[in-house]
C-alpha cells in the first residue's frame, strides 16, 4: 500500500511574506485581535498590497491556516524521514514533532487553539480546520497500514484519533501552565501503550 501524501500549495514570495508576518500578528494578537493593518505593518508592506493578495481578513485566516498546515505536514515528514522504517520508529517520529513543536514552535499549536474556538461561530474556518486535522489523521492511519498491513483500516483510523488526542491533549497542559513534563517519557508511554494494543487486540487482525 502506497504512503499518500497531501497536495503541495505554492505560494509566490510576496504571499510568504504576508502569511510568514500573519501567522506572527495572530500569535501575538489572537484571531480575534487581528487587523490587516498589523499584518501589513509586520510584512513591510502597505496595506493595499495585503487587499491584492487577500480581499478580506477572513481570506487572508482561511489562507494562513492552509499554509500552517502545509508548513506542519512538511516538518512532520522532515521528522519521520530521520526515523528507521519500523512501525514503532514511525510512530515515535509523529510524538518527536509534537514535542519539537511544544519546545521550539509552540505558536504552531497556539494559533491552532485559536481557530477551534473562531470555527465554532464561522462554518468554513471550522471545516477547515477539521480538513487540516483529517491530513494529519489520515497521515498516521496511513502509517500504521503501510508498516503492518495486517490492521484493518477502521482500526488504524481509531488509533490515529486516540493519538492526535493524546498529542494535542499534551500540548494544551504543557502550553497552558508552567507544568514540568518529560516529553520523551511522555511520548514513549503512549508508543508502548499504542504497540501493546496492536499486539494484543484481535479487532487488528483482518480475517
Not at 62 to 75: D, G, T
Not at 160 to 169: C, F, L, T
Not at 197 to 204: E, N, Q, R, V
Request: glycine share 2%; with cysteine; proline share 3%.
Amino acid at each position: 500500500m502506497a504512503e499518500k501524501r497531501m497536495p503541495i500549495m505554492e505560494y509566490n514570495p510576496m504571499e510568504e511574506t504576508i502569511l510568514a508576518a500573519a501567522f506572527e500578528v495572530v500569535d501575538r494578537e489572537t484571531l480575534n485581535g487581528t487587523r490587516m493593518r498589523l499584518i501589513a505593518e509586520e510584512a513591510g508592506v502597505v496595506q493595499s498590497n495585503l487587499h491584492y493578495y487577500f480581499k478580506t481578513k477572513r481570506d487572508l485566516l482561511l489562507a494562513l491556516l492552509r499554509y500552517i498546515q502545509k508548513n506542519f505536514s512538511e516538518k512532520r515528514e522532515t521528522v519521520l524521514n530521520q526515523h528507521s522504517n519500523t512501525l514503532a520508529d514511525k510512530l515515535a517520529g509523529f510524538f518527536e514533532q509534537k514535542k519539537q513543536i511544544i519546545e521550539e514552535e509552540p505558536q504552531y499549536d497556539r494559533t491552532q487553539f485559536d481557530y477551534w474556538c473562531m470555527g465554532r461561530v464561522d462554518p468554513e474556518i471550522n471545516e477547515e480546520f477539521y480538513q487540516s486535522y483529517e491530513i494529519w489523521r489520515k497521515h498516521i492511519a496511513e502509517t500504521i497500514r503501510l508498516y503492518d498491513p495486517a490492521v484493518e483500516a477502521e482500526t488504524a483510523a481509531l488509533l490515529a484519533h486516540i493519538m492526535v488526542s493524546m498529542m494535542m491533549g499534551e500540548s494544551l497542559q504543557v502550553l497552558n501552565s508552567k507544568l514540568t513534563v518529560d516529553l520523551d517519557l511522555y511520548a514513549s508511554l503512549c508508543c508502548d501503550m499504542l504497540m501493546e494494543y496492536l499486539h494484543t487486540a484481535p479487532s487488528t487482525v483482518q480475517a
